[in-house]
């Protein structure tokens, strides 16, 4: 085995299908998305800033 296949990514498996109970629980749970509290949004964008401002980045 080379080096660079040692450190090549594995090859994404396909997407089980679900069916049943399964499928009904999956459907319910997309229709009924709860959106982020402002507390929570708020909480989120602070996090951002501060990881903004301790990033450095080079382009």
Do not use: C, W
């Amino acid at each position: 085995m080379s080096k660079n296949e040692k450190n090549m990514a594995r090859p994404i498996k396909e997407t089980p299908v679900l069916y049943g109970e399964d499928a009904a629980r999956f459907l319910h749970a997309i229709d009924n998305v709860k959106s982020a509290s402002q507390d929570e949004k708020s909480r989120i964008r602070d996090a951002y800033e501060q990881m903004k401002q301790i990033a450095t980045f080079t382009m």
